[in-house]
């Protein structure tokens, strides 16, 4: 039987690629641009992930899909929500179809299994998963984060709840998984800085029927924190106001109050507190722009998955205009990616720290009824809010990532 | 090639003609994404054909396979993590995964049928909540990631094409090990549990053992390719230990046929391309899929292996004599599949 020697087999690849290198000068220019979006449209995460490709695709159609002079081609990919499908299309994105930039994935887990095949692979990703370490501690030099990592908002919230709203007593519900944990774990941690006490930290499972077992249990506080994503917001929103319990007011971190989450909600979101990196009602006019194009063409109300794809579409698009439209160099149009500082972005200035991740403004919300429609109307902005709130990013990367355990919550009862 | 077929018998020369297209294959596939496909349906066909084990051979429908599955990922991948030899962990997470299995037969033998599908679910649940829960062993949802591949004897399996090649070498040991347990003695007397369980009882076998010792089969093969799932993927998290992964694995075994070496292969090859790739170009692939599968269980119920060998037999039959045997299309004697209840009671 002939044998193929792994040389044999190594040698025909390296021919093949040495053909393809030859044959790139001449056409370098000419080939379009490629951004592959890892999204997800199928299974429980697929609202979410069309919200990406819309975003994107608005930016695109904005553009007459060119930037900086250079035609851009979009390929999507759907993972299904699980970390070996982001895996297996990250591959076929980069291996396949030879894409210059990755935007994507939606899920922490998608993100944290691609983190070391990124790295391998270096191909620039801007990803709106918000795993923490991934800019942290895991830092990889070619992942970016446009949106905000989990705690990012929180710690403004907390912030906000201690300082401004003068709350004392708090008690925290979320999602029982990493991104629950990290957004609670930053507020918490904010909020007791500014003298409050967490007094309850409450764990639901990512599915949950019906909130009112946990709901019951809240007890005496000032304020109730929630973190939860996806539909369940919806959910824990009509179960909180149906149990009577809007006299205990009610916070929200960016996905439990999304502007995209804002048609399916009636009366009982009206008066919750949010921190959000993006906003729909911002007055600018390129927010301006992007709403109404996205209410053109897809009928919606952008939230923060979709303007965090348009705007990563715009660090693409400036980092090009810095290459001059060229990203053959992949070390070198990672640089121009990193080093991209925006003023005109819906949702304000952007830029990046050393560790990839977005330093932008963070929106206080309320939510109110203007004629007939609810509105997330901004009641505070705060500023350059970096991943590592005023900690410093030393200080910060010497203890560990936030979890269910840490920082420890000293005041239960 | 006359020669050739007269010399080898024809089954041996296909066998050879498939190894031998298997070994050229990242040849003239090229891409690095295809030859990756092709590890993963490699080692998903391992898997398969371990569940096939009990499924098909033993008629045990177990539906808890992934908490094996991910039993060897997550015990190589932890133990890796926390500075371990890739020696060591893996031979660790073979022997963890046995030992696993061992606690899964003894708590599930107890049931055939139904009982033992829902007595192999609680299990896999368990585990999956372990997984998912247990967040200071096992890292919770963000998962463990391994930092590289194994390099055996020097080889570099980071890339595509080794990292193939070594999926061929287990596969082709799989099959091949499968094989010989099938037409042993031991497969026989599977066989035999699994359509005549009280008579095989009555002849003197001892049922539950042979049943215990086909689970630790199965197990060691599950291991082995959560194994390579977890090298492959580098990373391991509690979807892989959800139900969704052992009723994947079940659905390949059934697609392709049960009780055959090639059915789970043809099953896990189906799968893993509708799922990775005509993905890319259908966004309802999972109705895709679905049809697929409700096509096969109309037309071929016995899987699509026996089901295709009984409709080219048909074909044949009907082009030399030019009209169609007595029995038509139907599947004629589907060999008994799950459950296996049909033995004299």
């Known amino acids: ?413 | 090639m006359s020669a050739v077929s007269g010399l080898l018998a024809p089954r041996t020369a296909a066998i050879a003609m498939a190894v031998l297209l298997l070994l050229v294959l990242p040849l003239w596939v090229g891409n690095a994404y295809y030859v990756n496909i092709a590890s993963q349906i490699l080692f998903f066909a391992v898997f398969a054909l371990a569940l096939n084990v009990l499924v098909g051979y033993g008629g045990l429908t177990s539906l808890g396979h992934a908490g094996l599955f991910a039993m060897a990922g997550y015990t190589a991948a932890l133990l890796l993590a926390r500075g371990h030899g890739h020696l060591v962990a893996d031979t660790a997470a073979l022997l963890v995964t046995v030992a696993t299995a061992a606690v899964y037969a003894v708590l599930s033998l107890r049931a055939t049928g139904i009982g033992f599908l829902m007595i192999t679910l609680a299990i896999g649940q368990i585990l999956w909540g372990i997984a998912y829960r247990w967040a200071s062993l096992t890292n919770g949802d963000n998962g463990v990631n391994v930092s590289s591949r194994p390099m055996p004897f020097g080889l570099d399996l980071s890339g595509a094409d080794g990292f193939y090649y070594l999926c061929l070498v287990v596969f082709l040991a799989c099959v091949g090990s499968m094989a010989v347990v099938v037409r042993s003695p031991f497969g026989a007397s599977l066989r035999g549990t699994r359509d005549q369980e009280r008579r095989m009882a009555a002849l003197g076998y001892d049922v539950w053992l042979i049943r215990f010792w086909a689970f630790l089969l199965s197990g060691f093969w599950s291991g082995v390719a959560g194994l390579l799932f977890l090298y492959y993927n580098q990373f391991i998290s509690p979807q892989v230990v959800a139900l969704t992964t052992s009723a994947e694995a079940l659905l390949m075994v059934i697609a392709g046929g049960t009780a055959t070496l090639l059915g789970p292969i043809v099953g896990a090859a189906l799968v893993v391309i509708m799922k990775n790739v005509v993905s890319a170009y259908i966004v309802r692939w999972n109705m895709v899929l679905g049809i697929i599968f409700i096509l096969i269980v109309s037309f071929m119920p016995e899987g699509l292996v026996p089901g295709s060998a009984r409709l080219w037999a048909w074909a044949r039959h009907r082009l030399r004599h030019g009209k169609p045997k007595p029995a038509a299309p139907g599947p004629v004697a589907a060999p008994p599949a799950s459950g296996g209840k049909e033995g004299v009671r």
């Not at chain 1, 998963?129 to 970016?144: G, H, K, L, S, W």
């Not at chain 1, 006299?247 to 989450?261: E, F, K, N, Q, V």
């Open chain 1, 1 to 413: 039987m002939p044998r193929v020697t792994r040389r044999a087999v190594l040698a025909g690849t390296a021919a093949g690629t040495a053909a393809a290198v030859i044959g790139m000068p001449a056409i370098a220019q000419a080939t379009p641009f490629k951004i592959g979006l890892l999204t997800v449209k199928t299974g429980p995460l697929a609202q979410g992930g069309i919200q990406m490709e819309q975003g994107i695709m608005t930016l695109l159609k904005q553009r007459g899909s060119t930037f900086a002079g250079r035609k851009v081609e979009l390929v999507s990919a759907d993972t299904g929500g699980n970390p070996a499908g982001a895996k297996t299309k990250a591959s076929e994105l980069i291996e396949r179809d030879n894409v210059d930039v990755i935007l994507g994935p939606l899920a922490a887990f998608e993100l944290l299994a691609l983190n070391d095949y990124i790295r391998q692979k270096g191909t620039p990703l801007m990803s709106l998963a918000a795993a923490e370490d991934v800019t942290q501690r895991q830092t990889n030099p070619f992942i970016m984060r446009p949106s905000a990592t989990s705690a990012q908002c929180c710690h403004v919230l907390g912030d906000y709840a201690a300082k401004e709203l003068k709350y004392r007593r708090a008690a925290t519900i979320s999602e029982d998984f990493a991104f629950g944990y990290e957004q609670m774990s930053g507020f918490q941690r904010v909020f007791e800085d500014g003298g409050g006490k967490v007094v309850k930290k409450l764990w639901p499972p990512l599915v949950t029927p019906d909130y009112t077992p946990y709901i019951a249990q809240i007890g005496n506080v000032d304020c109730v924190a929630n973190g939860f994503a996806g539909s369940n917001p919806v959910k824990f929103m009509r179960a909180y106001a149906d149990l009577g319990m809007k006299r205990i007011p009610l916070l929200a971190g960016w996905t439990a109050m999304d502007d995209a989450l804002l048609k399916s909600l009636g009366d009982e979101a009206v008066g919750v507190v949010s921190a959000a990196w993006y906003s729909a009602s911002l007055d600018s006019p390129v927010n301006k722009q992007f709403v109404a194009d996205m209410a053109k063409d897809h009928n919606v109300l952008p939230g923060g998955y979709s303007a965090g794809m348009y705007i990563a579409g715009q660090v693409v698009e400036a980092a090009l205009q810095k290459t001059g439209g060229k990203s053959d160099d992949k070390k070198a149009f990672n640089e121009a990616l990193r080093g991209v500082s925006l003023q005109d972005t819906p949702r304000g200035p952007v830029k990046f720290d050393k560790y990839g991740n977005v330093v932008g403004d963070v929106h206080i919300r309320r939510c109110e009824r203007k004629g007939g429609q609810l509105v997330n109307t901004i009641v505070k902005t705060y500023p350059d809010v970096s991943q590592f709130w005023t900690y410093g990013d030393q200080a910060f990367l010497a203890n560990p990532v936030y979890s269910r355990d840490y920082p420890p919550a000293k005041n239960l009862e």
